[in-house]
């Protein structure tokens, strides 16, 4: 009963901030609303290159050929790839992906064209805002099956505001190849590349490891 009221009232509190922040833009004008989704922009870490990308990818063949039997990736390595190295991996809506992770939680920050959303409500609520808004994701990383692993959010903010988990069965597949066949929405499936036999969270880093 305890836990239930208490989720019960997070979704509550957590839609009313929303409508609160959505009439406050509506009342104020486009001014505040650009100041309020540049608060939230994704920030690329300072170390994030191609050059690291490419460091990465040598990294990844070395494993690949038995070299070594796992590599750690650092929150800018993985941002790197996604970045610079598997570019197409997001969808045309998805831009300028960030990365952080620690204590074994991942953070994916991210743009997303206002027009993929698929929320509640009229379009019109979001028409003060930039035509690109702010997306953050938290989670866990997952062993899946079918040679998976899964990003497992439990958390999903748009612009700061953390969404109704209700809203997020709605958003996230719209957006990030989440909630695919008997998969959860707010699971996000990572396949594991020829040669891997493990992905997993270490802390403040990302363990892949190769085929036994």
Request: negative net charge.
């Amino acid at each position: 009963m305890n836990g239930c009221f208490g989720g019960c009232l997070g979704r509550i509190v957590a839609l009313l901030l929303l409508v609160l922040v959505v009439a406050l833009l509506w009342r104020f004008g486009p001014d505040l609303a650009d100041a309020w989704v540049d608060r939230h922009l994704p920030t690329a870490s300072e170390d994030t290159s191609p050059e690291l990308a490419g460091n990465v990818m040598v990294r990844y063949e070395r494993l690949l050929a038995g070299v070594s039997e796992e590599i750690l990736l650092t929150g800018a390595e993985v941002e790197s790839l996604l970045r610079y190295s598997f570019e197409g991996v997001f969808p045309e809506s998805v831009t300028e992906p960030a990365v952080g992770i620690a204590d074994g939680e991942v953070r994916l920050t991210f743009l997303v064209e206002r027009s993929a959303l698929d929320l509640p409500g009229p379009d019109a609520l979001l028409a003060p805002f930039p035509a690109r808004l702010p997306m953050e994701g938290r989670g866990r990383l997952l062993p899946g099956s079918d040679r998976r692993a899964l990003l497992v959010l439990h958390r999903v903010d748009l612009m700061g505001v953390p969404l109704p988990r209700r809203w997020i069965s709605m958003v996230l597949p719209t957006v990030l190849p989440s909630g695919a066949g008997d998969l959860p929405p707010e699971a996000i499936p990572i396949a594991l590349p020829p040669g891997v036999g493990e992905i997993r969270l270490d802390g403040d880093l990302v363990v892949i490891r190769a085929t036994p």
